[in-house]
C-alpha cells in the first residue's frame, strides 16, 4: 500500500485507478499495458500513439478516433510513472502550440477548411477567441462613427451559422461531423448575443 501511494504521489493522475488497475500497469515491462486505462488517466483520451516497438509515444487518440502527433517524441524508458509524466507534458506543450497555431491562421483561413484541419477543441478556442475580439473591435468602430459595424458584425454571425447548417448536411465525416455540430451551437449562441445589441442599440461593451 506505501509502495502504490508512492506512486500515486510521483504521478496524480493515478490516483484514478484502483489498486489492482494499477498494479497490473506496474506489473509487467509492457508500456503499452496503459492503453485500456487511458480514459481514467486522461479525459476523453482512448489510447496513446506507439510507434511499432512500444518504445516512443507519438501522440494521442480521442475516443471519437480524433488524434494528434506530439511535438516530440516521448521514450517509454524507466518507471511508467516518470515516462508518462513526460508525455502529459508533451501533451500540454503540443496542445498548447496547436491552439496557437489554430488562432493565428483563423484570420487568414477558409472557415470551413480551417474546421478540417484543427481538433475539435481548437476549433472550439479559437472560434470564440476571434468571435470576442470581433466584438471589442466591433463597439470601437462603432464608437469611432461606424453606425452600421453592428448590423454588418451580426450579418456575418447569420451567414457563418448557416454555411455551417449546409455544411453539416453534406459532410459524411464522423470527426468533421461533429466539430462543426459542436461549432453550430457555439455560433448560435454568440448570434444571440450580438442581435440584441442591434436590436437595443447598444453602442457601448461597457
Keep these: 500500500s506505501d509502495d502504490l501511494e508512492t506512486k500515486r504521489t510521483s504521478f496524480p493522475r493515478f490516483y484514478f485507478l484502483?489498486?489492482?488497475?494499477l498494479l497490473s500497469i506496474l506489473g509487467t515491462s509492457d508500456p503499452t499495458s496503459v492503453q485500456e486505462h487511458m480514459l481514467k488517466l486522461f479525459d476523453n483520451t482512448a489510447?496513446?500513439?506507439?510507434?511499432?516497438?512500444?518504445?516512443?509515444?507519438?501522440?494521442?487518440?480521442?475516443?471519437?478516433?480524433?488524434?494528434?502527433?506530439?511535438?516530440?517524441?516521448?521514450?517509454?524508458e524507466g518507471a511508467?510513472?516518470?515516462?508518462?509524466?513526460?508525455?502529459?507534458?508533451?501533451?500540454?506543450?503540443?496542445l498548447n502550440k496547436l491552439h496557437k497555431e489554430?488562432?493565428?491562421?483563423?484570420?487568414?483561413?477558409?472557415?470551413?477548411e480551417w474546421i478540417g484541419r484543427?481538433?475539435?477543441?481548437?476549433?472550439?478556442?479559437?472560434?470564440?477567441i476571434w468571435w470576442t475580439w470581433e466584438c471589442e473591435d466591433t463597439f470601437n468602430r462603432v464608437r469611432?462613427?461606424?453606425?452600421?459595424?453592428?448590423?454588418h458584425f451580426a450579418k456575418k454571425c447569420s451567414d457563418q451559422l448557416d454555411r455551417l447548417i449546409q455544411?453539416?448536411?453534406?459532410?459524411?465525416?464522423?470527426?468533421?461531423?461533429?466539430k462543426i455540430n459542436t461549432l453550430i451551437i457555439i455560433d448560435l449562441h454568440s448570434r444571440d448575443i450580438v442581435d440584441p445589441f442591434v436590436r437595443d442599440s447598444i453602442l457601448d461593451a461597457r
Excluded: C
Excluded at 508525455?87 to 506543450?93: D, W
Design 18 to 21: 484502483s489498486d489492482d488497475e
Design 80 to 94: 511508467v510513472e516518470v515516462w508518462l509524466l513526460t508525455v502529459e507534458e508533451e501533451m500540454m506543450h503540443t
Design 167 to 178: 455544411e453539416v448536411q453534406t459532410v459524411s465525416e464522423r470527426v468533421m461531423t461533429k
Design 47 to 76: 489510447a496513446l500513439k506507439f510507434d511499432r516497438s512500444g518504445g516512443k509515444v507519438l501522440g494521442m487518440l480521442a475516443s471519437e478516433k480524433e488524434g494528434f502527433d506530439f511535438d516530440a517524441m516521448q521514450p517509454t
Design 144 to 151: 469611432l462613427g461606424g453606425k452600421g459595424a453592428m448590423k
Design 118 to 128: 484543427s481538433l475539435g477543441m481548437v476549433v472550439n478556442t479559437g472560434a470564440q
Design 102 to 112: 489554430g488562432t493565428f491562421y483563423y484570420a487568414e483561413s477558409d472557415r470551413i
